[in-house]
């Protein structure tokens, strides 16, 4: 399981805040982040919004191919 945290430190809202694969060596499919929680500021913002001071959380999920073992492993960039 991949966890992505993202965080708004400046001091202006950004939107359209997600998570996207760069780069991924896997043989089995590039995992698909997915939306978790935004948190931080109460009432938290809607999904991709972050305020200032405000952090939103992703997942995805990968499992292990034989390939992805004999070739040493695998690399990730989101």
Do not use: K
Request: aromatic letters at 8%; zero cysteines; a negative charge.
């Amino acid at each position: 399981t991949y966890t992505y945290t993202l965080e708004n430190t400046g001091n202006t809202t950004l939107t359209s805040v997600g998570v996207s694969e760069t780069a991924f060596s896997g043989t089995a499919g590039a995992p698909t982040p997915v939306f978790g929680a935004n948190s931080g500021v109460t009432p938290s913002s809607p999904v991709g919004t972050l305020v200032p001071g405000e952090t939103a959380t992703f997942s995805a999920m990968y499992a292990l191919t034989q390939a992805d073992i004999d070739a040493g492993g695998i690399q990730n960039s989101a």
